[in-house]
């Protein structure tokens, strides 16, 4: 087998003197869809902020592409060609959708704009219509898309997502997911997905984690993890959804 | 206060008489103790009770008649406003947003020129305490609008640099004997070095822990220039500062002197306007650059940097370096300013450099709209320019007697001129953000005609 792209190794982060993160083991391959899912807590955001180094592991290792990353500054992190569209989405509310495109090409000089443009423009021809608006003007799934797609422009090897589905409409939701599998599917993107929304997270996802209180219980394929009457019972309400 | 009813045939009477005479009441009794009763030493130096019924009924009239015409004329228009749908722009106002600017700059260029030809007497005066200090301060506001306005780190000590551009002038000039082209940029850059002796420390604050920090580092600035009497020879400030030659030819009345070169007869208002155009070139060139640099990554950065720090990291923004740039920038162009203005005076003193100048600073980058450069300068005219037309209200000592001094009233009026600017223009005159990168199709939308959306 391979080296994974991402490796997380026994890394422990916490908040003070609050643990957040007891140990977790995680591996990412290049060209998979991997999820984790877990209660509100459980430590999800906290292990996909320390992949980029804030907070940082004071145990354990991060090894993304050969290269041990965990104690490296967020910006440098950044510019290995890992994205991230952070919780909140933190979209630049006052630029308007072009210029936020713009920063997040800034990232990789060596990436072509225009074609990058092209390409993510015509996974959200959303963006497209509101080129010139202010990014605050958008909507919440809008503002997620922008999100999404200015993590693309730097065209990231391995894009994080947190939680890409919070707060949107479960049409709008479903649009994200799918477009999440497309660009696995078609541009090979590797994609670690962090998700409340276990039942489309799992599916979409070639495997999955389940984090409860800063440890990993179980792991599996995401079709496997589904399938499980814990999981069922857990995250997904018993079966319905 | 009652609520006034207004309905689309006009306000109804009673309400608003009723109203109004609340508002005579009110202003009676808030007045009757500030206005009504001063305090006058009489022969003996006995403090005794004096009355000023005229003054305050004066006051009262004023106050009335205005509510008067708030409930009559503007409440009910406003009201029929809210009803009509925003008309579009028009092209008169669109072709003055276009032209401003180049009106703007082309009118200060010609400014002294045309003073000496429409009052040849008081020329001076105008060039100097109308052009030559609104100019300083539009200087000072475009450097910390590089700070406050696109960083968005609210920076309250921003006099410090004032004062280290100040007194690098003055030390280095009186010691050394160095000219002041030389240590233009010298003064410059040590005021950049202090800007980032200032960064390091503030690099993890934000917000009002920032402004806390920053206007610390300007009193402890002061303090040391105060404390410091060897040096800076303390409150009594350094004297005989040199003053700036034309590229070599002192303005004096000697036969080298600037004046007998050129064949004129010696006045002093040449040396005022070659100071006029000297700190014009330095506005034009701090406008220039922050142009330049906002459409450069870094200022591109500061701006990203001001909306979302975690998310800048996350693109691969070096927050630190991106935070030190624009502390060391803005203090630069504080110390061009602080040597000019040494440069100008001739005197400096710690007394100078207080908050009430970094407040003054803040004030005009804030209410000219954070980041509008445009913004700041009619920000700066109104305030510096407003305070010095307040000393030139002499015929108000007509109405208010001999002992009126306008000048007393200039914070008061400040504070109600910012409180009136917030509430109609909450984001400052010049609101608007122009996108720093130029497309086919500009659509520019205003602050005002939308709310931050953050879900």
Known sequence: MTEPLLSIRGVKASYGHVAALKGVDLDVSEGEIVTLIGANGAGKSTLMMTVFGKPRAHAGQIIYSGEDITRRPTHLIARMRIAQAPEGRRIFARMSVYENLQMGAAVNPDADFEQNLEHVLGLFPRLAQRLHQRGGTLSGGEQQMLAIARALMGKPRLLLLDEPSLGLAPLIAQQIFDIIHELNARDRLTVFLVEQNAYHALKLAHRGYVMVNGLITMAGSGRDLLERPEVKAAYLEGGRH | ?455
């Open chain 2, 1 to 455: 206060m009652p609520e006034i009813s207004t309905t689309s045939t006009g306000p109804q009477f009673g309400p608003v008489f009723k109203d109004a005479a609340a508002t005579a009441a009110i202003s009676f009794l808030m007045f009757l103790p500030l206005i009504g009763f001063i305090t006058v030493q009489d022969i003996r130096n006995v403090l005794v009770l004096d009355t000023r019924w005229t003054l305050l009924f004066i006051l009262v009239a004023l106050i009335t008649a205005g509510r008067l015409a708030y409930t009559l004329v503007l409440l009910p228009r406003s009201a029929r406003r809210a009803h009509r749908a925003p008309a579009p722009a028009s092209p008169i106002v669109a072709a003055i947003g276009r032209w401003f600017t180049p009106f703007v700059v082309g009118f200060v260029i010609v400014y002294p020129i045309l003073i000496m030809g429409l009052v040849p007497g008081g020329a001076l005066k105008w060039v100097d305490n109308f052009g030559i200090q609104i100019l300083i301060y539009v200087m000072l506001g475009l450097g910390l609008n590089i700070v406050v306005g696109l960083a968005g780190l609210l920076d309250l000590g921003y006099v410090a640099f004032y004062a280290v551009g100040a007194y690098s002038y003055a030390l280095l000039a009186k010691t050394f004997g160095f000219s002041f082209y030389m240590l233009l940029p010298l003064a410059g850059c040590l005021a950049a070095f202090w800007g980032i002796i200032l960064g390091f420390p503030v690099l993890r604050l934000r917000g009002d822990y920032l402004a806390i920090v920053t206007l610390a580092f300007g009193e402890i600035i002061r303090l040391v220039l105060v404390n410091w009497v060897d040096l800076t020879n303390g409150y009594a400030g350094i004297s005989g500062i040199p003053r700036p030659t034309f590229f070599g030819i002192p303005f004096n009345a000697n036969d080298d002197g600037f004046a007998a070169v050129f064949g004129l007869p010696f006045t002093p208002i040449y040396r005022t306007i070659f100071l006029y155009y000297l700190i014009l070139a330095l506005v034009l060139l701090t406008a220039f650059v922050t142009i330049r640099l906002r459409r450069l990554p870094v200022g591109r950065a500061w701006e990203a940097l001001r909306e979302d720090e975690i998310a800048c990291r996350s693109l691969g923004i070096n927050t630190t370096s991106t935070k030190l740039t624009a502390f060391s920038i803005g203090a630069m162009f504080g110390g061009f300013a602080g040597s000019f203005f040494a440069a100008r005076q001739g005197f400096i003193s710690p007394e100078t450099f207080n908050f009430l100048e970094s407040a003054t600073i803040v004030a005009i980058v804030v209410l000219g709209g954070m980041g509008s450069q445009i913004g700041v300068a009619v920000a700066a005219v109104a305030m510096v320019g407003g305070t010095e037309i307040l000393r030139e209200l002499d015929w108000l000592k007509d109405i208010f007697g001999q002992e009126f001094d306008p000048g007393q009233y200039r914070m008061l009026l400040f504070g109600f001129a910012m409180v009136i600017i917030m509430v109609f223009k909450p984001r400052g005159l010049v609101s608007t953000r122009e996108p720093s990168v130029a497309l086919t199709e500009r659509k520019m939308i205003s602050a005002g005609m939308v709310k931050e959306g953050h879900g």
